[in-house]
């Protein structure tokens, strides 16, 4: 091996310079081939490992064959998090362009550095892979059965931690299912809410569903304005006063990914607008449900629902039983 020249001589480091390049062209254009994920895993958890002791060891005589194959998985597992780490830094972030990229110029320098000393080694170690040259390495002529024994559990283990991990991250757990329901204020932003009116004013806000359930899902929402007190020496609340607002409506969303690498959008939003025409210090609940609302008593007489089934409703949206969002409003007269 050592009369090799050219690219023979180098065939493992130009590998991984062209593996990397292919890994940019699938991530952009075939983005769920099998042939991407297969390329991540090494792009990962061997290529950087592998340019960097290749490019610190170019001598034949320093590690022997196993001794690099361990060093590259574990100088890749430390390498990664630090690109990562220092990307954190910078104004690109933790994302897959930055980390892709920065990955691959670090694959391509180190490579370039590991041809060019081993251009300039004595004995330069080469890599060729064949079953006698593979027995040399393990010295499995003079090893004893115990020793030949723990080297086969030795590498059946490596096989198979690289191919459960290789499954772990091919077959990932389906992420969390959540919906995502907020309110804005009349200029579409998290600030100037209706919190200060007068009796018979109107308040304006900006209700918004997002669907993150894994499915199409009917959203039904009901908007409640309520009267309630916190009894200190009971630790219980009291409802005094429930009443229905106008504007309860429903809406079918089909399910959107989460995005954490692009700007967030919305997916359903519509104006709100409600008044209040009693005095006093009131909340108006909007509460959320999925797929069907639940059943409601007959209206009482005065319109009050704090003795029906609805308070029960009311409490379950403090406890967080019920996703539910709360605008505190201060009515003066």
């Given at each position: 091996m050592e009369g090799l020249t050219g690219v023979r001589k180098h065939w493992d480091l130009i590998t991984v310079i062209l593996l990397s390049l292919l890994l940019d062209f699938l991530i952009a254009y075939a983005p769920e081939s099998i042939l991407r994920k297969a390329l991540g895993l090494a792009f990962v958890l061997f290529f950087p490992g592998y340019v960097f002791i290749t490019a610190l060891f170019p001598e034949k005589k320093e590690l022997d064959n196993l001794e690099r194959l361990a060093l590259s998985f574990g100088l890749s597992i430390a390498i990664v998090p630090l690109i990562g780490?220092?990307?954190?830094?910078?104004?690109?972030?933790?994302?897959?362009?930055?980390?892709?990229?920065?990955?691959?110029?670090?694959?391509?320098?180190f490579a370039a550095i590991?041809?060019?000393?081993?251009?300039?080694?004595?004995?330069?170690?080469?890599?060729?892979?064949?079953?006698?040259?593979?027995?040399?390495?393990?010295?499995w002529e003079e090893s004893s059965r115990l020793d030949k024994a723990l080297t086969v559990i030795l590498i059946v283990s490596i096989i198979?931690?690289?191919?459960?991990?290789?499954?772990v991250i091919s077959h990932p757990k389906q992420g969390e299912k959540f919906t995502e329901f907020y309110i804005l204020g009349p200029e579409g932003k998290?600030?100037?809410?209706?919190?200060?009116?007068?009796?018979?004013?109107?308040g304006k806000v900006i209700i918004g569903i997002v669907n993150h359930e894994g499915r199409n899902v009917t959203y039904y929402v009901q908007i409640w304005l309520v009267n309630l007190t916190w009894d200190n020496s009971t630790n219980t609340t009291i409802i005094h006063e429930i009443y229905p607002m106008p504007g309860w409506f429903?809406?079918?969303?089909?399910?959107?990914?989460?995005?954490?690498?692009?700007?967030?959008t919305p997916q359903?939003?519509?104006?709100?607008?409600?008044?209040?025409?009693?005095?006093?210090?009131?909340?108006v609940w909007f509460l959320l449900f999925k797929d069907q609302p639940p059943e409601l008593p007959p209206a009482p007489p005065d319109g009050n629902y704090a003795e029906t089934e609805a308070k029960k409703l009311i409490l379950e949206a403090i406890n967080g039983t019920i996703q539910s969002l709360k605008?505190?409003?201060?009515?003066?007269?």
């Open positions: 780490l220092g990307l954190n830094f910078t104004p690109w972030g933790i994302r897959l362009t930055p980390i892709l990229v920065s990955l691959t110029l670090f694959n391509i320098a590991a041809i060019y000393r081993r251009e300039k080694a004595v004995e330069p170690w080469i890599p060729w892979i064949t079953l006698e040259r593979i027995k040399k390495d393990l010295e198979a931690s690289i191919g459960a991990l290789a499954y998290a600030a100037d809410y209706p919190t200060k009116l007068r009796a018979g004013q109107e429903n809406v079918t969303l089909p399910h959107v990914p989460v995005d954490i690498e692009g700007n967030w359903f939003e519509t104006n709100y607008t409600f008044k209040i025409d009693k005095p006093g210090r009131w909340q605008l505190n409003v201060e009515v003066v007269g």
